[in-house]
């Protein structure tokens, strides 16, 4: 996370201080859950794939 996207202490004070704080938009994440509940990471490999050459369980 980029530390220069953060809110400045003045902001927070100000949210803190108000009854209706306004929220920045999010940035997208930097790790992106695709709809098959596959988990990808931005190399494009997937997480949890089993590494065994036989199809016989251990």
């Not at 940035?27 to 199809?55: A, E, M, N, Y």
Request: hydrophobic share 20%; charged share 10%; with cysteine.
């Amino acid at each position: 996370e980029d530390p220069a996207s953060r809110p400045t202490m003045s902001a927070i004070i100000n949210m803190l201080e108000s009854n209706s704080p306004t929220l920045p938009t999010p940035q997208r994440p930097p790790l992106v859950f695709s709809s098959d509940s596959s988990c990808f990471s931005t190399s494009g490999t997937i997480s949890g794939s089993s590494k065994s050459g036989s199809g016989s369980s251990p």
